[in-house]
């Protein structure tokens, strides 16, 4: 660069430098003079500032110095040669107009490839659209606008009962789709209600769905269109996941919609769902209300649709864990987590085969065709926690998949692999433990069943250490009585060499773990079924165990393995009926 150019470029932020200094220097005798004094100071230094981050902006800078100092020496065009200074500049100018002029379609055409790379993998979705905001005042239009989005979802989350049946620590029978109220409409369409008992007659899938839409119509609707008077805003997908919310609990529509009201992402959308007033989330109730709640959540955010739900086990959403779809007070909502979510099996069929067994059902499924299925969103928040939950999550669907085809070595590697990603991934405790006990049945491997039982040890420690994750009874129980068929395991295959004594000593473990599921079992919420599985395998170790006099911890000391005998809490969640 000329000293001619380069003194005309520094001329006016160093001519306010000078300025600065000047007025810096006056020596003043009042407080005014000196407030005076270093306001003009300020207001120099500032402008002297702006002046030359416009110079190293527009005039004078890296890029410039560089690309003059190349046509100067390596330039072929003789004009560049020459003028390198001018040629820099001209140069420079043109980029900053390219940027200018390109720049937002770039950014554009970035955002989009970066939005696509965050799809959820290996899916069919559509093309995302607008959520759409329908007004209704009334319980009837609700009814006709959304009834068939509505027993899609409440198909999938209420266990369907074809009988009445009394739960645990209830008073009034769940009656078909969990309704616990018998409902009948007079002649004039007003409908009455009276609790649901054991005497309630068992009804067809047709009349239990006309309960369903009687329910909805006398209790849940009421909260609904209070709330829409009141959030007008509520897109269509938020209304449909806001009667599942409240099905059961009605009184929460209108904190959950405050909440939706002032929620700014796809994850404060999805989170709105977690507000269960004064229910604790801890209780088995809680849990289990709180688990069917990502459903509602992630439909509402866009994750999951119609379509997902109408192709998914009937009921299979029990079978997830809480650990697996929420952390730090946040629901799970990346692809992979959402992949694990849809894959649950359970015995049931589809909610499309379901619906498709009788009359009302396959009017609903052909309601539904009618229906937009809306996709807002794809994945969740970036940042470098969620990345490494995902991460993990990919591993164990894959492990899954593996482990479904019986390569259950290959499946522990990757649950393994899980595990050290995220060593909160609490599914893949359970799996790495199953994989493991299924090598010790196909190999008949003292090694394999011991390494079970580590790992759930490995998974009781992490949990102490972690009090944030929420445990689960029925999940608790479950990994009881599966460490409880390792340590059987071990034990006859002692009994086979004819080693009793440690026979003796893995079948005593074994009767601890299953009384252990047991007790939590009763906790739990899981039913009579698993119940009696649990209080049988006590009765049978019990009979195993007999009468001998060689005790647990005699036969540990006598084999110099006391270490080995205590402090072995299992508490490991472990996926509910695998073996169970």
Same mark, same amino acid.
């Given at each position: 660069?000329?000293?001619?150019?380069?003194?005309?470029?520094?001329?006016?932020?160093?001519?306010?430098?000078?300025?600065?200094?000047?007025?810096?220097?006056?020596?003043?005798?009042?407080?005014?003079?000196?407030?005076?004094?270093?306001?003009?100071?300020?207001?120099?230094?500032?402008?002297?500032?702006?002046?030359?981050?416009g110079?190293?902006?527009v005039?004078?800078n890296?890029?410039?110095?560089?690309?003059?100092?190349?046509?100067?020496?390596?330039?072929?065009?003789?004009?560049?040669?020459?003028?390198p200074?001018?040629?820099?500049?001209?140069?420079?100018?043109?980029m900053?107009?390219?940027?200018?002029?390109?720049?937002?379609?770039?950014?554009?055409?970035?955002?989009?490839?970066?939005?696509?790379?965050?799809?959820?993998?290996?899916?069919?979705?559509?093309?995302?659209?607008?959520?759409?905001?329908?007004?209704?005042?009334?319980?009837?239009?609700?009814?006709?606008?959304?009834?068939?989005?509505?027993?899609?979802?409440?198909?999938?989350?209420?266990?369907?009962?074809?009988?009445?049946?009394?739960?645990?620590?209830?008073?009034? /029978?769940?009656?078909?789709?969990?309704?616990?109220?018998?409902?009948?409409?007079?002649?004039?369409?007003?409908?009455?209600?009276?609790?649901?008992?054991?005497?309630?007659?068992?009804?067809?899938?047709?009349?239990?769905?006309?309960?369903?839409?009687?329910?909805?119509?006398?209790?849940?609707?009421?909260s609904?269109?209070?709330?829409k008077?009141?959030?007008?805003?509520?897109?269509?997908?938020?209304?449909?996941?806001?009667?599942?919310?409240?099905?059961?609990?009605?009184?929460?529509?209108?904190?959950?919609?405050?909440?939706?009201?002032?929620?700014?992402?796809?994850?404060?959308?999805?989170?709105?769902?977690?507000?269960?007033?004064?229910?604790?989330?801890?209780?088995?109730?809680?849990?289990?209300?709180?688990?069917?709640?990502?459903?509602?959540?992630?439909?509402?955010?866009?994750?999951?649709?119609?379509?997902?739900?109408?192709?998914?086990?009937?009921?299979?959403?029990?079978?997830?864990?809480?650990?697996?779809?929420?952390?730090?007070?946040h629901?799970?909502?990346?692809?992979?987590?959402?992949?694990?979510?849809?894959?649950?099996?359970?015995?049931?069929?589809?909610?499309?085969?379901?619906?498709?067994?009788?009359?009302?059902?396959?009017?609903i499924?052909?309601?539904?065709?009618?229906?937009?299925?809306?996709?807002?969103?794809?994945?969740?928040e970036?940042?470098?926690?969620?990345?490494?939950?995902?991460?993990?999550?990919?591993?164990?669907?894959?492990?899954?998949?593996?482990?479904?085809?019986?390569?259950?070595?290959?499946?522990?590697?990757?649950?393994?692999?899980?595990?050290?990603?995220?060593?909160d991934?609490?599914?893949?405790?359970?799996?790495?433990?199953?994989?493991?006990?299924?090598?010790?049945d196909?190999?008949?491997?003292?090694?394999?069943?011991?390494?079970?039982?580590?790992?759930?040890?490995?998974?009781?420690?992490?949990?102490?250490?972690?009090?944030?994750?929420l445990?689960?009874?029925?999940?608790?129980?479950?990994?009881?009585?599966?460490?409880?068929?390792?340590?059987?395991?071990?034990?006859?295959?002692?009994?086979?060499?004819?080693?009793?004594l440690?026979?003796?000593?893995?079948?005593?473990?074994a009767?601890?773990?299953?009384?252990?599921?047991?007790?939590?079992?009763?906790?739990?919420?899981?039913?009579?079924?698993?119940?009696?599985?649990?209080?049988?395998?006590?009765?049978?170790?019990?009979?195993?165990?007999?009468?001998?006099k060689?005790?647990?911890?005699?036969?540990?000391?006598?084999?110099?393995?006391? /270490?080995?005998?205590?402090?072995?809490?299992?508490?490991?969640?472990?996926?509910?009926?695998?073996?169970?």
């Amino acid at each position: 660069m000329s000293k001619k150019f380069e003194k005309i470029v520094n001329g006016p932020h160093r001519a306010f430098g000078n300025a600065r200094k000047n007025i810096a220097r006056i020596h003043t005798q009042t407080k005014k003079g000196a407030a005076a004094k270093y306001t003009g100071a300020g207001v120099a230094g500032m402008i002297e500032f702006l002046l030359w981050a416009g110079k190293y902006a527009v005039l004078d800078n890296h890029v410039t110095r560089a690309m003059e100092k190349r046509f100067a020496k390596k330039s072929k065009d003789s004009f560049a040669k020459k003028y390198p200074n001018l040629s820099s500049h001209m140069m420079y100018y043109m980029m900053l107009a390219a940027s200018v002029i390109a720049g937002p379609k770039a950014y554009e055409a970035f955002s989009e490839a970066e939005f696509h790379s965050n799809e959820q993998p290996d899916s069919t979705r559509q093309e995302i659209v607008q959520p759409t905001v329908t007004a209704f005042s009334t319980k009837q239009e609700v009814l006709d606008l959304y009834w068939n989005a509505i027993a899609i979802g409440l198909t999938e989350l209420e266990t369907y009962r074809p009988s009445p049946k009394i739960h645990r620590g209830e008073v009034r /029978a769940t009656n078909g789709l969990g309704v616990t109220y018998y409902y009948t409409r007079d002649a004039n369409g007003k409908i009455s209600r009276k609790n649901a008992t054991l005497k309630t007659p068992a009804m067809s899938y047709d009349k239990n769905y006309e309960q369903v839409r009687m329910h909805l119509e006398y209790e849940t609707l009421r909260s609904l269109v209070n709330a829409k008077k009141k959030y007008p805003n509520l897109t269509d997908q938020q209304v449909v996941a806001l009667v599942w919310a409240g099905f059961q609990r009605p009184a929460d529509i209108m904190r959950i919609s405050s909440r939706l009201h002032t929620a700014q992402t796809p994850q404060q959308i999805a989170d709105a769902f977690q507000d269960m007033g004064g229910l604790s989330p801890d209780g088995p109730w809680g849990k289990g209300t709180l688990k069917r709640r990502w459903i509602c959540g992630a439909y509402a955010a866009g994750v999951v649709t119609l379509d997902d739900l109408l192709n998914m086990d009937r009921d299979a959403f029990s079978k997830v864990e809480i650990n697996n779809i929420m952390r730090k007070k946040h629901f799970l909502l990346g692809g992979q987590t959402v992949k694990f979510v849809l894959g649950r099996k359970n015995s049931n069929n589809t909610v499309r085969e379901f619906l498709a067994g009788f009359d009302t059902g396959r009017k609903i499924l052909a309601g539904e065709k009618a229906v937009v299925h809306v996709h807002t969103m794809v994945g969740f928040e970036d940042n470098s926690e969620n990345a490494a939950i995902e991460n993990s999550m990919r591993l164990l669907n894959k492990g899954e998949a593996d482990f479904k085809n019986k390569k259950y070595k290959n499946a522990a590697d990757l649950f393994a692999q899980a595990i050290k990603i995220d060593p909160d991934n609490m599914e893949a405790y359970s799996s790495l433990a199953l994989a493991y006990k299924r090598m010790g049945d196909k190999n008949k491997s003292i090694q394999y069943y011991e390494k079970c039982c580590d790992v759930v040890r490995e998974c009781n420690a992490r949990m102490d250490q972690n009090k944030s994750l929420l445990l689960d009874y029925d999940v608790k129980a479950a990994s009881y009585y599966n460490a409880g068929r390792a340590y059987e395991a071990i034990a006859e295959i002692y009994q086979a060499r004819g080693d009793n004594l440690r026979a003796q000593q893995n079948y005593a473990q074994a009767l601890q773990a299953y009384e252990a599921a047991k007790q939590n079992c009763a906790r739990g919420g899981a039913g009579k079924k698993r119940m009696d599985t649990y209080d049988q395998a006590v009765k049978n170790m019990k009979k195993k165990v007999g009468n001998k006099k060689t005790s647990f911890l005699d036969a540990s000391k006598k084999l110099g393995n006391h /270490a080995h005998s205590v402090d072995f809490d299992l508490s490991v969640l472990a996926r509910m009926g695998r073996d169970a």
